[in-house]
T-cell receptor
Framework: NAGVTQTPKFQVLKTGQSMTLQCAQDMNHEYMSWYRQDPGMGLRLIHYSVGAGITDQGEVPNGYNVSRSTTEDFPLRLLSAAPSQTSVYFC????????????FGPGTRLTVT | LAKTTQPISMDSYEGQEVNITCSHNNIATNDYITWYQQFPSQGPRFIIQGYKTKVTNEVASLFIPADRKSSTLSLPRVSLSDTAVYYCLVGDFYTNAGKSTFGDGTTLTVKP
């Protein structure tokens, strides 16, 4: 199993540009989520999904959209990038909602200039 | 999720046992306690989860007193490779999936 994969690993955007961060898992996990981690801080939940076709907002959803058309994929879209969205983005998955044992991807380091 | 308080940083030496305590005074009846480890430039990695008393796996032990208002992650005989940030999370993931917050964690530095 590849586990949780994320692409790209690094990305530089100009203010106002849009892009999609890709996340995929091959463990048939129900639950997937996106976090952002700013320098020296913990992770904050952006959006999450408890199954295909179901998504919901986390702690910091503004400026981001998600969709979950398949169990495997959970892309995160930045609608109009802003410097405040400069961060490292982590995707995670777990077998079900009822567990905190999440498996994290390697992260995408995003810089918005 | 219950608010958690951890020390910002800790130092240790190779071969020592390290105990990291997390305070969670507002823990609810259905809440579980979970610990993650994060190395620089990597995503967090699940270490251990518990509800009460003691849980042990091949990596660590988790001690939870009867009142459950705190918990202690114990790492036996640490090595340099255990240098990382350790996060304590407390909550009922069934009802709080949308409020998963890691806090600032404890930076453990293991010295030779």
């Amino acid at each position: 199993n590849a586990g949780v994969t994320q692409t790209p690993k690094f990305q530089v955007l100009k203010t106002g540009q849009s892009m999609t961060l890709q996340c995929a898992q091959d463990m048939n996990h129900e639950y997937m989520s996106w976090y952002r981690q700013d320098p020296g801080m913990g992770l904050r939940l952006i959006h999450y999904s408890v199954g295909a076709g179901i998504t919901d907002q986390g702690e910091v959803p503004n400026g981001y959209n998600v969709s979950r058309s398949t169990t495997e994929d959970f892309p995160l879209r930045l609608l109009s990038a802003a410097p405040s969205q400069t961060s490292v983005y982590f995707c995670a998955s777990s077998y079900s909602v009822g567990t905190y044992e999440q498996y994290f991807g390697p992260g995408t380091r995003l810089t918005v200039t | 999720l219950a608010k958690t308080t951890q020390p910002i940083s800790m130092d240790s030496y190779e071969g020592q046992e390290v105990n990291i305590t997390c305070s969670h005074n507002n823990i609810a009846t259905n809440d579980y306690i979970t610990w993650y480890q994060q190395f620089p430039s990597q995503g967090p990695r699940f270490i251990i989860q518990g509800y009460k008393t003691k849980v042990t796996n091949e990596v660590a032990s988790l001690f939870i007193p009867a009142d459950r208002k705190s918990s202690t992650l114990s790492l036996p005989r640490v090595s340099l490779s255990d240098t990382a940030v350790y996060y304590c999370l407390v909550g009922d993931f069934y009802t709080n999936a949308g409020k998963s917050t890691f806090g600032d964690g404890t930076t453990l530095t293991v010295k030779p």
